[in-house]
Nanobody, 122 residues
Framework: QVLLVESGGGLVQAGDSLRLSCAAS????????MGWFRQPPGKEREFVAA????????NIVDSVKGRFTISRDNAKNTVYLQMNDLKPEDTAVYYC???????????????WGQGTQVTVSS
């Protein structure tokens, strides 16, 4: 079993920054990609960003490109989402996810965290 624990969410004002972290523990894999997803109030969960095992491939949705950055520290089994210039429309529950294997695609994630709330006030 894989346990993913997110942290770093909170209430901020528009234009502020937050850094989300997600630490993985439990079952290990030789390689795995990690992703961030979010679910805005009353909407479906959507893909935000993903990163390959080596970090050489990163996939970020257009709506946050230039403001959000995904990174990872494999020594700590942790993935980060640096969010700058936050907007009210970024308000959502943010989830990290893990998928064994290569790539940085938005599908095929088997393991999910419990989510962390990010609220951006205008």
């Amino acid at each position: 079993q894989v346990l993913l624990v997110e942290s770093g969410g909170g209430l901020v004002q528009a234009g502020d920054s937050l850094r989300l972290s997600c630490a993985a523990s439990g079952r290990t894999f030789s390689t795995y990609r990690m992703g961030w997803f979010r679910q805005p109030p009353g909407k479906e969960r959507e893909f935000v960003a993903a990163i390959s095992w080596s970090g050489s491939m990163r996939n970020i949705v257009d709506s946050v490109k230039g403001r959000f950055t995904i990174s990872r520290d494999n020594a700590k089994n942790t993935v980060y989402l640096q969010m700058n210039d936050l907007k009210p429309e970024d308000t959502a529950v943010y989830y990290c996810a893990l998928a064994p294997g290569a790539g940085s695609g938005p599908v095929g994630y088997d393991y999910w965290g419990q989510g962390t709330q990010v609220t951006v006030s205008s």
